[in-house]
């Protein structure tokens, strides 16, 4: 595993903001169809004066994921939803790198698992958690899979087979390690703006 050691010190001086000897790095998580990749989207879009560099959790899939059983059917699935699907040595030595470049004032990262790993939060500077009821997330998982080709029915039983119990026990249970959770139902002017606001309070 790759330890990233990061020096960052707060003066007087400055008056109580982070030191940005290295970039701020921004923190996105939350359920399938949850908002995510539209949260980072906007973040961008906001902050369009500052340098910005965005990871995807979903580039760092691994080729040859691991397989499911589904608990109640007992069908087998190869398992995007799980922690082992994703190369986190590649994503952390990609974010190694962005932090030793300092040729970018933000990092974002946002993904599925963004707040499972410890190696991760502990670089975050900001937590963010983008919540969504899951019968809300299942139909723009839908209305999304299905305009990559995907049918109705393999959607909803992978969703249901699979999907919904890895959200449990993964994703959900990462939220406690937020320091802001936002409304991915209805998106909050409000609560973007704490979010937007405290990163230009922290680059400037």
Known sequence: MIEIIIETSITEEQGG?????????VGIAGGSGSG???????????????SVKSIHMDDYFIEDPPMIVAPISRLIYEDHNHPDTIDFNRLLFDLE??????????ILIEGLMTLYKD????????KVFVDCQADERIIRRI???MGWGQTFEDITSVYLD????????????????ADIVLNGSKFSDTGLDVVIQWIKNNIE
Do not use: G
């Not at 903001?17 to 790095?25: C, Y």
């Not at 995510?36 to 500052?50: G, P, Q, R, V, W």
């Not at 699979?162 to 959900?172: K, L």
């Open 17 to 25: 903001k982070l030191d940005m000897k290295k970039p701020l790095v």
């Open 36 to 50: 995510k990749s539209t949260t980072c989207s906007y973040i961008e879009k906001y902050l369009k004066e500052f």
């Open 143 to 145: 209305r999304r899979n």
């Open 162 to 177: 699979a999907v919904r119990y890895r959200h449990n026990e993964f994703v959900e249970p990462s939220r406690w390690h």
């Open 97 to 106: 790198e962005l932090l030793n470049r300092q040729d970018c004032q933000v």
């Open 119 to 126: 190696e991760i939060r502990d670089v975050l500077d900001l």
